[in-house]
């Protein structure tokens, strides 16, 4: 019962991801962290098939790592997410693809705005200003439609974040316990506790 | 006892030199010359142009197309300028490879490349030529004149050796000891795009084996900010564009002003 939120705010992006490692009915641990730091400025949520999410993290991390040695400079979060997104695309068009599903929110320095995008396993991908996969995106896309302030500072958007926690926590059947939470804004990637 | 090292590109002399990448070179510094000037809000490029005469027919550069004659500046990718000196079939050759390569980076990142990237993969091939053998490098040197988000307006410069370095101001093909150093004279680093243009056409002036300017002789382009959009756009000057600019900076001869009510 995966769930993964992210929403942005006034020049910053949240990105939350729950901590469990499921296999079958059974909760194998409960600290796993989610959400990969891809350069400076940009995070990724993943979720999906156990195995494939970690492969396909890891291959992009090193992929986005590559550019940056490469160039001295960090792809920008469009191009970042449109890179992602032809992967995932190419993948699915293979003989065994990733299902993978990922929200990839990032910081560009070089117009000071942050980004978010929403991306399938399919390869659908759509630049958003909130946005959830997994269970929770039943229970948390109508709060954040009621709450979701593009200027919010980050206590409110922290919030709202919570809101959505809180409510998925009393009506999901089966809920995570805990979340990890990753902010991305101007100064970089940091974790913050809620 | 040289020639017994000319033959294949990809052999070093015993003073260590590859002589077919040194003929390369000797071959672009005959070409028509390419002066470029990174301005703060843009960049300027003119080149010179050999193929001329009174039977050549240039009607189609006239009208249509994007501006210029396809014979020294080319339109890269929408924030790329290029500008060639050398063997045109060559600079053909690797202009068609330049716009691949530009396409490849918007189809994988969904946005314009960056103009380092863009001389990175055409010196990334030219290079090949110098290690292989059997194959004759590419006899052309190019300047590009683009605008990234990343380091903003830039100039770039690379040779058949693969070498690539960027500029503020400089120019390849004939003539360019002379060019060079005007270009360092009257160089300033604020210099605006509207400065730079003059500071081209000065040199290009200067430079030129024929004492008269005219756009049967030249080509001429400029990459600046749409003001709207705030995207870059390149302006690739059309002949009668040329004669305009010309005129308006006092470098036409008298006696073409009569040619000029032609056009």
């Known amino acids: 019962m995966e769930v993964s939120f992210a929403l942005t705010g006034k020049d910053y992006v949240i990105v939350a991801a729950d901590t469990t490692a499921a296999r079958s009915i059974v909760k194998m641990k409960t600290d796993q962290d989610k959400i990969k730091i891809l350069s400076p400025h940009l995070l990724m949520a993943y979720s999906g098939e156990p195995g494939d999410t970690l492969q396909f993290a890891e291959y992009v991390e090193r992929n986005i790592r590559l550019y940056q040695i490469r160039n001295l400079y960090a792809l920008s979060p469009s191009a970042a997410a449109s890179w992602i997104r032809r992967s995932l695309a190419e993948s699915l068009r293979s003989r065994n693809s990733y299902a993978v599903n990922l929200l990839v929110g990032g910081f560009d320095t070089t117009t000071q ?8 396993y399919l390869g659908t991908m759509t630049e958003i200003p909130f946005g959830a996969h997994g269970y929770g995106s039943y229970f948390a896309l109508s709060l954040l439609d009621r709450y979701h302030d593009p200027d919010a500072s980050l206590e409110e958007g922290l919030a709202t974040l919570k809101r959505c926690i809180d409510e998925v926590s009393k009506r999901l059947v089966v809920s995570p316990d805990r ?13 913050v506790e809620l | 006892m040289a020639r017994r090292y000319d033959s294949r590109t990809t052999i070093f002399s015993p003073e260590g030199r590859l002589y077919q990448i040194e003929y390369a070179m000797e071959a672009i510094s005959h070409a028509g010359t390419v002066i470029g000037v990174l301005a703060t809000d843009g960049v300027v490029l003119a080149a010179e142009k050999k193929v001329t005469g009174k039977l050549l027919d240039l009607s189609s550069s006239k009208e249509g197309g994007y501006g210029g004659s396809g014979e020294k500046i080319f339109l890269l990718n929408a924030n790329v300028i290029g500008g060639v000196a050398g063997l045109t079939a060559d600079a053909n050759s690797l202009v068609n490879y330049a716009r691949t390569a530009a396409q490849r980076h918007l189809l994988s990142y969904n946005e314009d490349i960056p103009v380092e990237l863009l001389a990175q993969r055409l010196c990334d091939l030219k290079q090949g030529y110098t290690q292989f053998g059997g194959l004759r490098p590419f006899g052309v040197s190019l300047l590009y004149a683009g605008y990234d988000p990343h ?29 060079q150093s005007l270009l360092k004279q009257e160089y300033k680093d604020d210099i605006t795009v509207k400065e730079a243009i003059s500071l081209v056409l000065k040199t290009m002036s200067k430079t030129m084996d024929s004492p008269t300017l005219g756009s049967e002789k030249l080509e001429f382009a ?42």
Request: with cysteine; charged share 30%.
């Open chain 2, 222 to 263: 400029v990459l600046m900010l749409d003001p709207k959009t705030k995207q870059p756009r390149a302006k690739i000057y059309k002949p009668a564009e040329i004669d305009a600019l010309l005129l308006a900076e006092g470098l036409m001869k008298k006696d073409e002003d009569t040619e000029m009510k032609g056009v």
């Open chain 1, 179 to 191: 979340y990890k939470v990753k902010v991305v804004d101007k100064d970089g990637v940091r974790e």
């Open chain 2, 151 to 179: 380091y903003q307006f830039q100039l770039y410069h690379s040779d058949p050796s693969g070498n690539y370095s960027g500029w503020k101001a400089t120019c390849i093909g004939a003539n360019i000891g002379t060019a």
């Open chain 1, 113 to 120: 705005e942050p980004h978010l995008y929403w991306i399938d």
